[in-house]
């Protein structure tokens, strides 16, 4: 239960934006439906500006 805290204390130092948005994704972690993770994760990514690239399945062959 230790990473919980630290991950909480890490996510508090964010800008308030941010913040926000990534406390909804770690309420998640705990008992919810993965629709509900999904969502409030995308909604984090579009907080924090991560862009995410689709696996290239050429690059793997």
Do not use: C
């Not at 909804?24 to 995308?42: A, I, N, R």
Request: hydrophobic share 40%.
């Amino acid at each position: 239960m230790q990473w919980v805290v630290t991950r909480l204390k890490i996510i508090h130092k964010l800008p308030e934006d941010t913040n926000a948005a990534l406390v909804k994704v770690h309420k998640t972690l705990t008992g919810s439906t993965l629709e509900e993770f999904y969502e409030h994760v995308d909604a984090a990514i579009a907080a924090t500006g991560i862009m995410l690239k689709k696996k290239d399945n050429k690059k793997d062959r």
